[in-house]
T-cell receptor
Framework: QKEVEQDPGPLSVPEGAIVSLNCTYS??????FMWYRQYSRKGPELLMY????GNKEDGRFTAQVDKSSKYISLFIRDSQPSDSATYLC?????????????FGQGTRLTINP | NAGVTQTPKFRILKIGQSMTLQCTQD?????MYWYRQDPGMGLKLIYY???????DKGEVPNGYNVSRSTTEDFPLRLELAAPSQTSVYFC?????????????FGEGSRLTVL
């Protein structure tokens, strides 16, 4: 079983739709959860960061963590064509020391005008 | 401030050839990493370094070597290239004491081994 599972998609939705991206994980030691966005032919960039369980909102983006279910989500409201990218979840057990993040497979998202 | 710079952006190698992927960062970050990204497979850690002179293996180190003689540079060496090393390689860095664990990535180096 992979430590982090993410549906690779691809996922295609119309502009303005609400998008839900999800990851499950098996390591209960994970405490730090991140979503990276990767545009085509570019490196990943940090989009959202959450510590432990709960919700975090940043504009049209909301990150949710449910540690009891080992499940994290990223919601995108009022999706825009500029949101078309691959979204990677990532997680880590410790914040100190080398940041050896464990990444999901990435979900390729296309927002159609 | 250029961030993390990788060269070359593209390279085609023949089986058995060797090459070095260059990575440099100008953010004075302590930690540097090399990942490879294969379609549908996410990012796999090859090697990482916590400072000049210190390197350690990640999840998929076989067929690669690294060195870290300065804070800024972290080259990745491929010896005896094999088709299984066809991938996109990303260098990343971050700083000790980060409160988010954010990694800063370069734009990637696309390598094809034929």
């Amino acid at each position: 079983q992979k430590e982090v599972e993410q549906d690779p998609g691809p996922l295609s939705v119309p502009e303005g739709a609400i998008v839900s991206l999800n990851c499950t994980y098996s390591n209960s030691a994970f405490q730090y959860f991140m979503w990276y966005r990767q545009y085509s032919r570019k490196g990943p960039e940090l989009l959202m960061y959450t510590y432990s369980s709960g919700n975090k909102e940043d504009g049209r983006f909301t990150a949710q963590v449910d540690k009891s279910s080992k499940y994290i989500s990223l919601f995108i409201r009022d999706s825009q064509p500029s949101d078309s990218a691959t979204y990677l979840c990532a997680m880590n057990a410790l914040l100190q020391g080398a940041q050896k993040l464990v990444f999901g497979q990435g979900t390729r998202l296309t927002i159609n005008p | 401030n250029a961030g993390v710079t990788q060269t070359p952006k593209f390279r085609i190698l023949k089986i058995g050839q060797s090459m070095t992927l260059q990575c440099t960062q100008d953010m004075n970050h302590n930690y540097m990493y090399w990942y490879r990204q294969d379609p549908g497979m996410g990012l796999k850690l090859i090697y990482y370094s916590v400072g000049a002179g210190i390197t350690d293996k990640g999840e998929v180190p076989n067929g690669y070597n690294v060195s870290r003689s300065t804070t800024e540079d972290f080259p990745l060496r491929l010896e005896l290239a094999a088709p299984s090393q066809t991938s996109v390689y990303f260098c990343a860095s971050t700083y000790r004491g980060t409160n988010t664990g954010e990694l800063f990535f370069g734009e990637g180096s696309r390598l094809t081994v034929l």
